[in-house]
Antibody, heavy 120, light 110 residues
Framework: EVQLVESGGGLVKPGGSLRLSCKAS????????MNWVRQVPGKGLEWVSS????????YYAESVRGRFTISRDNAENSVYLQMSSLMVEDTAVYYC?????????????WGQGTLVTVSS | QSVLTQPPSASGTPGQRVIISCSGS????????VNWYQHLPGTAPKLLIY???RRPSGVPDRFSGSKSGTSASLAISGPQSEDEADYYC???????????FGGGTRLTVL
């Protein structure tokens, strides 16, 4: 069974940093690109970042580029999101999500999410 | 403002067919496939439709998807009370080099 478990969320002050982790199980992580998607309370889903299976391709949403860094450790079955210079607008539930490898972009499994609250 | 445009709400009775629209552009829906997700607050989103019109195993056949040009639609034939949720369309955007979602549509079953 595919499982994605996020951790690392919490309360942080504006300008602070936080590192989210996503532990994958039930599949071979190195065979899949991975994504982070967030949902601001009361708002819709927003794609944040993607990292290819081999680390070759990394993409960021304009809203986080230069502040967030995605990475992965296939040996540890984990994906990370290092967030710095956090702003109040970054308050959201952050989901780790697996891409189904194929010719098109398709997220097929999601974690339960971890809440990040940026507030003074 | 979401890149893909959806109506904020939709409703219908179990005897009706409800359609949720998703409007995009040539750089996203017009050149890439569309996926649909069902999301209940506090839970992980669930893949409902992929590659415009394909259903993963386990998804009831009352859910169907279609696409034409730069727009896509999700149809629910005879919505059930358990279908009350938020629905999102999604696609890759070649200009933004990133994934884009619709703003979400909340379905109410009357």
């Amino acid at each position: 069974e595919v499982q994605l478990v996020e951790s690392g969320g919490g309360l942080v002050k504006p300008g602070g940093s936080l590192r989210l982790s996503c532990k994958a199980s039930g599949f071979t992580l190195r065979d899949h690109s991975m994504n982070w998607v967030r949902q601001v309370p009361g708002k819709g889903l927003e794609w944040v970042s993607s990292i290819s299976a081999s680390d070759t391709y990394i993409y960021y949403a304009e809203s986080v580029r230069g502040r967030f860094t995605i990475s992965r450790d296939n040996a540890e079955n984990s994906v990370y999101l290092q967030m710095s210079s956090l702003m109040v607008e970054d308050t959201a539930v952050y989901y780790c999500a697996r891409r189904h490898e194929g010719s098109s972009w398709l997220i097929d499994y999601w974690g339960q999410g971890t809440l990040v609250t940026v507030s003074s | 403002q979401s890149v893909l445009t959806q109506p904020p709400s939709a409703s219908g009775t179990p005897g009706q067919r409800v359609i949720i629209s998703c409007s995009g552009s040539s750089s996203n829906i017009g050149s890439n496939t569309v996926n649909w997700y069902q999301h209940l607050p506090g839970t992980a989103p669930k893949l409902l439709i992929y590659s415009d019109n394909r259903r993963p195993s386990g998804v009831p056949d009352r859910f169907s998807g279609s696409k034409s040009g730069t727009s896509a639609s999700l149809a629910i034939s005879g919505p059930q009370s358990e279908d009350e949720a938020d629905y999102y369309c999604a696609a890759w955007d070649d200009s933004l080099n990133g994934g884009v979602f619709g703003g979400g549509t909340r379905l109410t079953v009357l």
